[in-house]
């Protein structure tokens, strides 16, 4: 008895949250092409942050930077095959819902 339980919780939990949600497979597509697009203007505007004397602005380029490269392993882990564990962490932010992920990268 408790293992077809077992099997029932396991086969709901490796469910993937997007097929639960009811997004479709362009919503998909289009959610991870503005995560992209949002890491490559971060980035760019970081780049320019940091051409100044001003150590504030060099701290804020530097962290903009830094979450531009944070988004981008997210969301596209084939750009950073020099890191090992980019798959396993675009892997887990893949099982997070729409507004979790909203979320964490406006957070």
């Known amino acids: 008895m408790s293992g077809s339980d077992g099997a029932s919780a396991t086969s709901v939990n490796s469910a993937p949250p997007a097929q639960e ?25 970081g780049l320019f942050s940091c051409i100044t004397i001003h150590p504030l602005n060099i701290a804020a380029g ?10 981008l392993l997210c969301e596209v882990p084939f ?5 090992e ?10 099982q997070l819902r729409s507004w979790q992920k909203a979320v964490f990268y406006c957070g």
């Open 21 to 45: 949600e009811g997004m479709t497979w362009w919503y998909r597509w289009l959610c991870r092409l503005s995560g992209v697009l949002g890491a490559i203007s971060c980035a760019i505007s």
């Open 62 to 71: 530097v962290w903009m930077i830094t979450n531009a490269f944070v988004l």
């Open 79 to 83: 750009c950073c095959p020099f890191i």
């Open 85 to 94: 564990f980019a798959n396993t962490v675009a892997a887990k932010v893949d």
